[in-house]
């Protein structure tokens, strides 16, 4: 299994808003380093959507938000569309043998 | 924009090694964590390795004992070789370069090649 645990899956309406969890320990997310996220669409590689927990890279829209709280950290995508359908992977560095690199299980979103 | 291409063998027989290489284009090879990642039909993410453009390298404690990571900086390229493959070794194959930002944030995923689809089978 997975360092970093999400939710398999997660699904919203167009124009909705959704969360998308992802739970560490006192080896990652909770002894503060930070967490970045990756969005997969079908068929696709992954690309950066956050980084270093809040940050978006260029060229990604403001409906696409992260934060962290303790020991979690959590994507939250606002007035979802269709297009958002896609998975979703939390990574984040472990100070453990399981380190450094680790990632979430991933999430699929869906959009009803 | 960083351009990155992965190729090799697309089919792998049980116990061999499994050779890929990543050639870049339009950017720097220099300064940044040049890594491999994988995934595996229907599954998650896995860190493979990375190989920092001066030489240095860090794997993933499951698979250190069979990877290699090296980078040829002049030519452009870096590579991954996988010893003893077995049959979960199939997945996806990505080249990616990765940019350290600072202690907390360690390495970031920024660019990835389009990814090889490797398949281990007699």
């Known amino acids: 299994q997975s360092v970093l645990t999400q939710p398999p899956s997660v699904s919203g309406a167009p124009g909705q808003r959704v969360t998308i969890s992802c739970t560490g320990s006192?080896?990652?997310?909770?002894?503060?380093?930070?967490v970045h996220w990756y969005q997969q669409l079908p068929g696709t590689a992954p690309k950066l959507l956050i980084y270093s927990n809040t940050k978006r890279p260029s060229g990604v829209p403001d409906r696409f938000s992260g934060s962290k709280s303790g020991t979690s950290a959590s994507l939250v995508i606002s007035g979802l569309q269709a297009e958002d359908e896609a998975d979703y992977y939390c990574?984040?560095?472990?100070?453990?043998?399981?380190?450094?690199?680790?990632f979430g299980g991933g999430t699929k979103l869906t959009v009803l | 924009q960083v351009q990155l291409q992965e190729s090799g063998p697309g089919l792998v027989k049980p116990s061999e090694t499994l050779s890929l290489t990543c050639s870049v284009s339009?950017?720097?090879?220099?300064?940044?964590?040049w890594s491999w990642l994988r995934q595996s039909p229907g599954k998650g993410l896995e860190w493979i390795g990375y190989?920092?453009?001066?030489?240095?390298?860090n794997y993933n404690p499951s698979l250190k004992s069979r990877v290699t990571i090296s980078v040829d900086a002049s030519k452009k390229y870096f590579s991954l070789k996988l010893s003893s493959v077995t049959a979960s070794d199939t997945a996806m194959y990505y080249c990616v370069r990765g940019n350290y930002y600072d202690s907390n944030a360690y390495i970031v995923f920024e660019d990835w090649g389009q990814g090889t689809l490797v398949t281990v089978s007699s």
């Open positions: 990574q984040s560095f472990d100070s453990s043998l399981s380190g450094p690199v680790v």
């Open positions: 190989i920092y453009y001066g030489g240095s390298t």
């Open positions: 006192s080896s990652n997310i909770g002894s503060n380093y930070y």
């Open positions: 339009g950017g720097s090879i220099s300064g940044y964590y």
